[in-house]
């Protein structure tokens, strides 16, 4: 099955309304000349930068998603966004689940999943972000980990909604640190990703769930991994902040997936 490849920025807490604004737009001039039919290209800016994106982005076929949602449909739960408010906003996408989350703000596989089901009921694509941390991968506790955020965080959610998912492996000790996973190592992961998909929607819906690496990509990286045949995409943090090395990395992405 030939899955299209999707490339997404991660902003975190970078960027306010005018520097996305002008970040989508430089983009936008690099990529005039990309094929889209090949790559699926999305940012995700913070919450107060999305309408300024948005508004940019219009009329390119660049998507914008959220970093972050609540399970609730509305109430008190103060900073908080829920899936009607992002919908209203235009995004179309949800990172649920980063590292980040898991590690400063209590994330568990048990929010994850209540997040994911709130994000696929208002009809959002979510990136659900997996992966180990260094003590987890020196302790070989890399499967166990991953296999229970993915069985804990997909519970309950049918295969045709599964299929829609985009799952990222980002393995903790890669992120921002520089050291990224060799393709073989990102490969191995994933792989072993797609088996636990299987076991929880069936083949069908593991073979068409898109899964992206993320950990210190960077255009000169981008392509070996990309060259991997269950690595789909890439979530990009640092390398996203700056329009030619994201448009530089994402035809990198493009030519390895080609490979
Ligand atoms: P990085 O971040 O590319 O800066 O390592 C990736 C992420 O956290 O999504």
Redesign the pocket.
């Known amino acids: 099955m030939s899955r299209k490849i999707i490339v997404a920025g ?1 902003w ?1 807490m970078n960027k306010n309304a005018a520097e996305g604004k002008a970040l989508v737009e430089a983009l936008k001039n690099e990529l005039a000349d990309l094929d889209f039919n090949e790559v699926e290209v999305v940012v995700c800016p913070p919450f107060t930068t999305i309408s300024s994106v948005i508004e940019a982005a219009s009329g390119s076929a660049i998507g914008v998603g959220a970093q972050n949602i609540h399970w609730a449909p509305s109430g008190a739960f103060t900073g908080e966004i829920s899936a009607d408010m992002l919908v209203s906003t235009g995004v179309k996408y949800v990172i649920i689940g ?3 989350r898991r590690q400063y703000f209590g994330e568990t596989d048990a929010t994850v999943n209540s997040r994911l089901k709130a994000a696929i009921a208002a009809g959002l694509i979510p990136i659900v972000c997996v992966g180990e941390t260094l003590a987890e991968r020196e302790g070989n506790r890399t499967e166990e980990v991953l296999a229970r955020q993915i069985t804990e965080g997909f519970a309950g959610i049918s295969a045709e909604d599964g299929a829609k998912i985009i799952v ?1 492996y ?1 393995p903790v000790w ?4 520089g050291k990224t996973a060799t393709p073989d190592i990102a490969q191995a992961a994933h792989s072993f990703i797609r088996s636990q998909l299987a076991g929880v929607f069936g083949t069908d819906a593991a073979e068409a769930i898109r899964i992206q690496y ?4 960077k255009p000169e990286n981008a392509r070996a991994l990309l060259s991997q045949p269950d690595i789909d995409g890439g ?5 996203a902040l700056k329009a030619d090395s994201f448009a530089k990395l994402i035809r990198e992405a493009v030519a390895g997936s080609k490979n």
């Open positions: 991660n975190k980063h590292s980040e990222a980002e890669a992120i921002g640190t993320g950990g210190s990509m979530l990009i943090g640092g390398a």
